[in-house]
């Protein structure tokens, strides 16, 4: 009985200081093990774990544990193999971080030059082999542009997004996928896509079990819709006919700086699927939400601006969604994107502060917060529900000034 109190003292005494190291040694009793083994079932590593995670140009890299205090690495000693690579997207799912792009040279240089790596922490990352497409056997792999973690077809999975393996009407794009973000192979089944530079890629979302895809640039405004289990597999004009959305402007992607050129998905915390982009007929931003049986309505929300398309989105739990843009603008909607309230600068924008864009945004439900992320290594944090620009905390990493590109956290 004595021991059995004693042991439970012991249990109290690491739990209400929050052990964080667990001691599993071959030579304790079988008490003691099973006692270090729950323990670390219930007080693991994660607490202090790194919730958001940014990449960047030049194989750059930016990690915190809640927002507000960051670190920065830079090279192949954080992306192994990455020498004078670019990172152009991050996710999280299954456990893991995933991070794509180039091992050298920028989104133009092709041939085997697919920069893909996986890390459970954020901190030590290791380079994954990309697969070779067995219908384009002499292209090799091909840089990545996006990825995406969610479900398709009813099977959780990664799907990442690469250039087109010839410049030709009707080619392929490098498409690969991986349910655990170890193993991946080439959807080598994937639709055409429309005619335009083999450089250009197409932006991923994934909503309702279904991929959709924007195209950067081709022949003419288009998806490339998918989802296996629906016999959903199409390259398709957009937008559809009789929406107000109208034609929606595009220009041929820089590779660097990183610039995305076309309109682009999002999804909300309220799982409602949005379209932002700009107007062809007057240069106006405009977004438009997807009806529940999976039509898009004939009118469209404006408010962002002339020339000022989002790149970064992001939903709170107060129910609020938010873009980011193009010299520094920002905008937030109160009503599921029926209006939006938008701001010409969120920081200063050029002049002494270095950057113009903001590039990607990411929410953390764990700590209630949002980040957003741009050029010149530039980062805005704020709690939930912002309604004006100095609600925000404005960063920066000392030493380092490179291009963020994309944020992800680990609790969306």
Known sequence: MKRIVLLLSIFQILYCNQAKEVNIDASQSLVGLGLDLTLSNQLGPTDNANEFVAVGVACSLWTSKDGIAWTASVGSSTFPDCSGGSLYSVTYGNGLFVAVGTTTGDFTSRTNNCGLWTSPDAVTWTRVACPNSATYPTQGNLPLRTISYGSVGGVNKFIATGSKFAYSSGETLYMIQSSNGVTWTVIEDIADVDYGSYDASCLISIYNNTVYCSMEVGSYTAILRYNPAATINALESFPPSGSSIGSIVWN???????????FQFFKSRSNDFYLVGTRGGDSVSVSSKMNANGTWPISV???????????????????????????????????????????????????SSGYNDWMSAAYSSKLNRIVAVGDSGSIGTVGIAPTQSTDWTYLQVAGVNLEMTSVTSRNK
Do not use: H, V
């Not at 041929?252 to 076309?262: D, G, K, L, R």
């Open 252 to 262: 041929p992607p820089t590779a660097s700086p990183y610039e995305m050129t076309t």
């Open 301 to 351: 929300a404006t408010g962002f601006g002339t020339n000022a398309r989002p790149n970064g989105f992001a939903s709170d739990s107060s129910g609020n969604i938010y873009t980011f843009g193009p010299n520094c603008k920002w905008a937030y909607s109160s009503n599921q994107g029926t209006s939006w309230t938008s701001f010409s600068t969120l920081d200063t924008c050029g002049g």
